[in-house]
């Protein structure tokens, strides 16, 4: 409901944020069963503009459209109507083929389940992304993927599998595979859901300090609210609407045990 | 600059690992199937090789022969919608000559594909030694020739094979039965001395034709009808035989390829005034006999190969209901629809290769199986089977093939995915 307003650079390190936004939604709508009887519309026209380099949460209860607001955003659903624009790109009306390569070039995932795949090591799901666009993983491509996974203290996990993971390592991998091509924006949908609270401080913590480090946006779906309230702005959904819309003003205390950020 | 597929052939190979048992079993099947399709090929295509040679081995491919005699109405013409019944003696066929074969065997020889003319006299006559007497077919012909046309020394037992003045070479049981040797004489006797132009239908003159020979050789045709009744004497002592002086009754051709024979024969007959059979028509039964072989061969063929593209297709669907997470999770991070596609269709592609390398290796261990324990009742084997390498590689690629179409489906399926609804599984 709240009108949306393109939040100002605030502090830290969104201070690189440029001038045209990173993605833009226009009056979103997203409606399941079109045309059927059970026809229910889960967003209402939402608005919502990320600059380059906002770490933002996106927080609202369970059924508020979170979800789908995530996946509209990631392009991995198409909004019934409104419109939707990726560096300054149109995406209604593109075509599947072309999706994909927006998404490959723009867009980085994590989920709740980390989503690795059990047949391949942490080293080779880094690497994932780099294989599937050019068919060959080059020794640069493989240096930073070491690189990267080095930087969130997983050296030793590089050879291992994800069934032979904790669930805090298995995250910060799939952190690592969302951030090696270095996206521009990276989608969290509940990166710390599943785990517990010494490793989702620990993977929470990693993800600010890439957004500072390499200056890469998040957008981060929580029900936590100390989560959220960590992050420098705050997006609440309520029933398919923005409900509020703010800057987080005053950073809390960082728990004692963190030392990364 | 995009290396072939090493996306696609990294994730479905880690695909097929991941899933060792199920992966394993379908590559069974797959090796299964491709086996029992090479071993049954190779057994068939072993066993007609065998027939037809066998069958080929003792007659030619084309046979020229003078056109039998017909009796043509001397009624005039009647008006049309006449009906006319009428019963007509058959002629009785006596010997006749080819006309002019001299100057046909050259031109036959021209012919492409002909590998080896043979002009010959044939007819019926009886062979006596002592008291035994047996009715005979004496084959007049010019040795060289014939040998062309049936591998004549090859099949010699006993002796060499000579036809000089006063020779002939018969066949097994004939010296069996006359009680001859290598070196003995024996006398052949025909009834026909009157004379060809004579019109005598009967033959009873009584006096036939005699004539007397050493034999040199005594032959297997390998089919015993044949060795009980031929004799084999050079054209010229035929000729006078038959009563044909410087006739031939018939003209045997081989080709190179045998499957040429009945358009050879046809554009033959339409050429010249004479009858002209194919062994296929001489042999029709046989011929029918191997075509349903073949037919039925390839019915189990196809069957096989349909169980193999269900038996795959089946496990692909499984593996992309297993895998849809994983398949969201790569769409998401930028896998194209094609690149799904092409996982599962090398999947099916991976599985059809390897099970038919495994079949071939079956197949191999089959027919060596065959060929040590099924054996004739003289303790050789029945006949030479092989799984040629141009087979073997064309059933593994027929194999393989299957398994990409297998596959098409389920890769549809994966590729169709919505990756949001995947993911959220």
Excluded at chain 1, 179 to 206: H, K
Excluded at chain 2, 87 to 109: F, I, K, Y
Excluded at chain 2, 202 to 231: C, H, K, M, P, Q
Aim: hydrophobic content about 45%.
């Amino acid at each position: 409901m709240s009108p949306t307003t393109p939040t100002p650079a605030t502090g830290n390190a969104s201070a690189t944020a440029s001038v045209s936004p990173l993605i833009e939604g226009v009056d979103l709508r997203k409606s399941y069963n079109l045309g059927q009887p059970n026809e229910a519309e889960v967003l209402h026209g939402v608005s919502l503009t990320l600059a380059r380099g906002e770490f933002v949460a996106l927080i609202g209860p369970s059924g508020s459209g979170k979800s789908t607001l995530l996946n509209i955003i990631g392009l991995l659903e198409r909004a019934t109507a409104g419109h939707y624009r990726v560096q300054g790109q149109e995406t209604t009306g593109l075509g599947d083929a072309e999706l994909t390569a927006l998404r490959g070039r723009a867009l980085g995932f994590v989920f709740q389940f980390h989503h690795l795949l059990p047949a391949f090591t942490a080293l080779e799901n880094v690497t994932l992304p780099a294989l599937m666009r050019e068919g060959r993983v080059s020794a640069a491509q493989l240096a930073r993927a070491r690189e990267v996974l080095a930087a969130m203290g997983l050296e030793q996990a590089m050879a291992k599998r994800p069934g032979e993971l904790s669930g805090g390592m298995q995250q910060r991998v799939a952190i690592a595979r969302a951030l090696v091509l270095q996206p521009p924006l990276v989608l969290a949908d509940e990166p710390t859901g599943n785990l517990d609270t010494a490793s989702s401080n620990e993977v929470f913590a990693l993800m600010r300090r890439m957004h500072a480090e390499l200056q890469i946006s998040f957008l981060i779906v929580t029900h936590d609210p100390r989560l959220a309230a960590r992050c420098d702005r705050v997006i609440e959904l309520v029933d398919g609407r923005i409900e509020r819309d703010e800057p987080v003003r005053a950073q809390p205390a960082e728990p004692p045990d963190q030392g990364l950020a | 600059m995009v290396a072939w597929l090493g996306f696609e052939r990294r994730v479905a190979v880690r695909f097929l690992r991941e899933g060792r048992m199920q992966s394993l079993l379908i590559i069974v099947g797959v090796a299964a199937g491709v086996a029992v399709v090479a071993y049954i090929s190779a057994l068939i295509s072993g066993l007609q090789a065998n027939t037809l040679e066998k069958t080929l081995g003792a007659q030619p491919h084309v046979s020229i022969s003078p056109l039998e005699d017909t009796v043509l109405s001397a009624r005039a013409e009647l008006p049309a919608g006449t009906t006319v019944l009428q019963q007509t003696q058959p002629r009785a066929q006596r010997a006749r000559s080819l006309g002019e074969w001299q100057s046909l065997v050259p031109l036959l020889e021209a012919l492409p594909g002909v590998a080896a003319v043979s002009p010959m006299v044939t007819g019926a006559g009886l062979a006596l030694r002592g008291q035994a007497q047996k009715s005979i077919s004496v084959v007049g012909v010019d040795l060289d020739r014939y040998d062309r046309i049936v591998n004549l020394r090859r099949k010699v037992v006993a002796g060499t094979a000579r036809l000089g003045p006063g020779e002939a070479v018969i066949g097994l049981e004939l010296a069996r039965d006359l009680g001859v040797r290598v070196g003995d004489r024996l006398s052949i006797v025909t009834g026909s001395g009157s004379g060809s132009e004579s019109g005598s239908e009967s033959g009873s003159e009584g006096s036939g034709i005699t004539d007397s020979a050493r034999v040199t050789a005594l032959v297997d045709f390998g089919v015993r009808e044949l060795n009980r009744r031929t004799v084999i004497v050079p054209l010229r002592a035929a000729q006078s035989l038959v009563g044909l002086p410087g006739g031939a009754t018939n003209i045997d051709l081989t080709l190179r390829d045998v499957w040429a024979a009945p358009a050879l024969s046809a554009q033959l007959a339409q050429r010249w005034p004479y009858k002209v059979e194919s062994w296929q028509d001489t042999n029709a039964s046989l011929v029918s006999a191997l075509n349903a072989q073949s037919i039925s061969t390839g019915l189990i063929r196809a069957v096989v190969m349909v169980v193999v593209v269900l038996g795959i297709a089946s496990v692909l669907v499984v593996t992309v209901v297993q895998k849809r997470r994983e398949i969201g999770i790569l769409r998401a991070m930028g896998a194209t629809q094609g690149q799904v596609l092409r996982v599962f269709l090398l999947q099916g592609a991976i599985v059809g290769a390897l099970g038919s390398a495994l079949g071939v290796l079956l197949a191999v261990g089959l027919i060596a199986a065959f060929t040590s324990f099924v054996r004739g009742s003289d303790g050789l084997p029945l006949f030479a089977i092989t799984l040629t390498p141009g087979l073997a590689l064309r059933i593994a690629a027929v194999a393989t093939v299957c398994g990409v179409l297998a596959a098409v489906a389920p890769a549809r399926r994966a590729a169709k995915l919505d990756p949001a609804q995947a993911i959220r599984m």
